[in-house]
């Protein structure tokens, strides 16, 4: 389910950076239409799997709230895959004998 996760964050935040690209600029506006409908699949996802993840893995309000609010700040998706990355290990860890 991480890994899922993971994915899903490194693809809606790397989608939100290209439509901050149209904002700026520094792409032109028509592909504005497929990038926000691809955005707003990818920002439902990871919702959707945040959720998922957060009840598996059993993290407070706390940790699922910033890890939301991650979803709405340019870059935040670096530091929710560093999170993401020491839990996978945590986990691993676990399952060894």
Do not use: D
């Not at 790397?14 to 506006?29: A, D, E, F, K, T």
């Not at 409908?37 to 993840?53: C, D, I, N, P, T």
């Amino acid at each position: 389910m991480l890994n899922f996760f993971r994915a899903a964050s490194l693809l809606e935040g790397c989608s939100y950076l290209l439509i901050l690209c149209v904002s700026l600029g520094l792409i032109s506006r028509e592909f504005v239409f497929a990038m926000g409908m691809a955005h707003g699949v990818l920002f439902m996802l990871y919702v959707v799997l945040s959720l998922l993840a957060a009840h598996k893995q059993a993290w407070s309000l706390v940790i699922w709230s910033l890890i939301f609010l991650a979803a709405f700040i340019p870059f935040a998706f670096v530091l929710v895959e560093v999170f993401i990355k020491k839990e996978l290990q945590k986990s691993l860890e676990g399952t060894l004998p």
